[in-house]
């Protein structure tokens, strides 16, 4: 159908004028023009069974070399966040550097850190799916799997920010059941809609995520050869035959979860906002925080993405489904969520000056040119440059350069979400009680066993599941098309 | 061919166009209790098989619904009725400060009920089919297509099935036994 709709304009005149020669049954669609033609989301052609092959193939075949010690280190580096956890939890919060006038430091960065990142996952997987943007198919699975491993990193910190942990999970200063004294949560903090936001976000993506894998796992079931890869395969696969009457209901479910998981990614990052915007915290206290979290969250988010890809893509042969293409998007999408970023930072300020307030105009100055400049201007030369190297077609393609400022851009959110919660806490109202805050080294070893965790997760990921969407990745092939000569169709069909 | 009680035809096709003509050619026949089974979701194949319009969204509306009403009668609950207590002078309950939680639940809520429909149409889990006794309908998931004829039709006539499945260029057709027998 929609090739019939690409006659150009020129043709369209002219086929009208002779419509009484010409009967329409003749009337062949010409070719779009050569400029408008886009490449093909799957490159050379592949058939059916190739992608299924290159993509199963992955998880089914013997782990390259670097497999082992790439998981031993990253499994290594977790088992050092979990010690240092059992080390605070034992001791009290007092471990780390964080104390009075800055009472959150990189708990809540690394929490805001994590959580941001998983917004990518979901962008690509629900809000592409309802833009109808083909080329998600091919990172849509491993970006939605980095979303659930990035909430699971990112719900560790609130939790045990908390100290005696035991308390927050139950009875909650977090779930809601009452404390001994009978006493319920209270719902007027924004810090309990984060509760709430934040688990619904990782069950809801953990669910979409499980029923994209559905038939995937159907495939790999019927590929297995060991007796207990088939078993568990067939058992999460939950009996899938690809009956086209579950297919109905299938994307109809899918549709209406990815319809779900859009405004939840955007109510997310807006209420992990309201945790500093519902404050009266200079610095804090702005209504341009929750568009600007969630352009910030997606930004982080595709970084991420694309530090995970590309090595993903070239490790494992998979260049004609993860595109010059694919990557190319993403960078614009780099561009687009960093200039709104930039765009957002200039805003606070010009707020803050004009806004009247002396409180605000101070924390804002003391960001950019008290004792954290270092960290404010590394924020501003990762977040608010580093993307605009991507207006030129030559920088996009160039991926060792994609895949360096890819690690930029997740080293300038992290400093963007030390700069708002630590500025702005540390010279508080009373000049009396101004303070420093200095990471202790359990900060910092808990912090990057938290990308431990990450990459295990990650590792298990490409091990055992299919990494990219096998049957979505086939659908939007031409070979898919029952009305394409590729898939199939005859002349005379049309 | 006897022994085992026969369940149905199973033929496999090579295209996404040939499985279409096959599903309309089959649905125009009148046949009622049949199935197309693609590795991926074909577009305009719920037409060519009549099916109608999937009800699972009901399930995403009842989920919904449950949730955003809980959300608000949990904070109502707890916050105004169990243990009224007041913090920053603000009330006890109202529908505003109560929004961003019962919102949440509305989503997780329907996100279960999507799921929980999905499953109850779909009639899934189901581990043990017939079909699977079938090495061919391996490939059901891989890159073939597949008309499934059940002879529980009224239709259904072992010869002229097998024909028409045949004419319609099918590249191999099978008869599915009951496993359990």
């Known amino acids: ?494 | 061919m006897s022994d085992p009680k026969s369940l149905g035809l199973l033929a496999q096709f090579e295209t996404p166009a040939d499985i279409m003509h096959a599903a309309m050619a089959v649905r125009d026949a009148g046949f009622s209790k049949w199935d197309v089974f693609t590795p991926f979701p074909i577009h305009g194949m719920d037409d060519a098989m009549a099916l109608p319009s999937s009800k699972v969204g009901f399930f995403t509306f009842v989920g919904g619904v449950t949730g955003f009403f809980s959300g608000m009668g949990m904070i109502w609950f707890m916050n105004k009725f169990d243990y009224p207590l007041v913090v920053g002078g603000k009330p006890l309950f109202t529908p505003l400060f109560a929004f961003p939680v019962s919102y949440e639940l509305t989503i997780l809520l329907s996100a279960f009920g999507t799921l929980f429909g999905l499953a109850l149409l779909n009639r899934l889990p189901k581990l043990n089919n017939p079909l699977f006794s079938s090495e061919r309908f391996k490939r059901a998931t891989n890159d073939k297509f597949f008309v499934y004829v059940e002879t529980a039709d009224p239709k259904f006539s072992a010869v002229e099935t097998r024909a028409l499945l045949a004419t319609l260029g099918a590249s191999a057709v099978e008869e599915i036994h009951d496993t359990e027998a």
């Open chain 1, 1 to 494: 159908m929609a090739k019939a709709a690409t006659i150009p304009a020129g043709s369209a005149t002219k086929a009208g004028q002779h419509e009484h020669h010409a009967p329409p049954v003749h009337l062949k669609a010409a070719e779009p023009p050569k400029e408008l033609e886009r490449e093909s989301l799957v490159l050379n052609n592949r058939s059916l069974g190739w992608i299924t092959e290159a993509i199963a193939g992955v998880c089914e075949k013997p782990m390259p070399k670097w497999w082992w010690p790439a998981f031993i280190v990253s499994a290594g580096t977790m088992g050092m966040m979990f010690s240092l956890i059992a080390y605070l939890i034992a001791t009290g919060v007092g471990v780390w550097g964080l104390n009075q006038p800055a009472d959150w430091a990189w708990d809540i960065t690394n929490f805001v850190f994590w959580i941001g990142i998983g917004h990518a996952g979901t962008l690509i997987s629900a809000v592409l799916c309802l833009l109808r943007q083909k080329w998600r198919t091919s990172i849509n699975r491993a970006a939605e799997a980095m979303t659930i491993f990035a909430v699971a990193c990112a719900g560790i910190f609130p939790v045990v920010h908390t100290g005696r942990v035991w308390f927050a999970l139950f009875p909650g200063y977090l779930i809601p059941f009452p404390n001994s004294n009978g006493i319920w949560p209270q719902f007027r903090s924004p810090l309990l809609w984060d509760v709430f936001a934040v688990s619904t976000y990782g069950t809801v993506s953990l669910l979409f995520w499980y029923t994209g894998l559905i038939p995937d796992l159907a495939t790999l079931r019927d590929r297995a050869t060991h007796k207990v890869r088939r078993f568990f395969y067939a058992l999460f696969s939950l009996g899938w035959t690809g009956s086209n009457r579950h297919w109905s209901n299938y994307e109809k479910a899918y549709l209406i979860l990815a319809g779900l998981s859009t405004p939840l990614v955007l109510s997310v990052h807006s209420i992990v906002s309201f945790d500093f915007a519902v404050s009266q915290v200079p610095g804090w206290h702005t209504t341009i925080f929750p568009p600007y979290f969630v352009a910030g969250a997606i930004f982080s988010g595709f970084g991420m993405v694309l530090t995970l890809l590309i090595p993903l893509r070239a490790l494992f042969n998979l260049q004609d489904i993860i595109t010059t293409r694919h990557v190319e998007l993403m960078c614009k999408v780099l561009l687009a969520t960093g200039s709104i970023v930039g765009y957002a930072y200039g805003m606070e300020f010009f707020i803050a000056w004009y806004g009247g307030s002396p409180y605000e105009l101070y924390a804002f100055k003391n960001r950019a040119f008290g004792p954290y400049w270092w960290a404010y201007w590394s924020m501003i030369s990762c977040n608010v440059i580093s993307p605009h190297f991507f207006w030129f077609k030559k920088l996009r393609t160039n991926f060792v350069f994609v895949w360096i400022i890819s690690i930029f851009v997740n080293i300038g959110m992290w400093f963007e979400r030390f700069v708002i919660i630590v500025t702005s806490l540390h010279r508080d109202y009373l000049p009396s009680s101004w303070g420093y805050f200095t990471p202790t080294w359990v900060d910092v070893f808990t912090f990057v066993g938290s990308f431990g965790l990450f990459m295990t997760l990650f590792l298990l990921f490409i091990r055992f599941l299919p990494a990219l969407a096998i049957s979505e990745v086939k659908a939007v092939t031409p070979q898919a098309d029952p009305h394409h000569p590729l898939g199939g169709a005859r002349e005379h069909h049309h």
